[in-house]
């Protein structure tokens, strides 16, 4: 079945930077918007970035400026730069691939905490 496999996470001062990967398999890669996802503690699923599969991206305003969506289909993974990271970017972090008529499908998540 279809895989999506988070790696990168970890333990970050604030300020500091983390590159996430997200590798899928056994799917079209390049028909889906993929999508980073973050949860806290006590809080609601969000939407942190998306990148279609024409490479149009968005991203929520409270990282705008900070993260970078990307991907590179020919490896079938997506990216999330993470830059300027404050202790509010603590989550887990999930990767999701979304197409219209198509099965939703997610990762495991990776940890990330921003903390001195």
């Known amino acids: 079945q279809v895989q999506l496999v988070e790696s990168g996470g970890g333990l970050v001062q604030p300020g500091g930077s983390l590159r996430l990967s997200c590798v899928a398999s056994?799917?079209?890669?390049?028909?889906?918007?993929m999508g980073w996802y973050r949860q806290a503690p006590g809080k609601q699923r969000e939407l942190v970035a998306a990148i279609t599969d024409g490479g149009s991206t968005n991203y929520a305003r409270s990282v705008e400026g900070r993260f970078t969506i990307s991907r590179d289909n020919a490896k079938s993974t997506v990216y999330l730069r993470m830059d300027s990271l404050k202790p509010e970017d603590t989550a887990v972090y999930y990767c999701?691939?979304?197409?219209?008529?198509?099965?939703?499908?997610w990762g495991q998540g990776t940890q990330v905490t921003v903390s001195s």
């Open positions: 056994r799917m079209v890669f390049s028909i889906y918007t």
């Open positions: 999701n691939a979304y197409r219209v008529l198509y099965p939703d499908y």
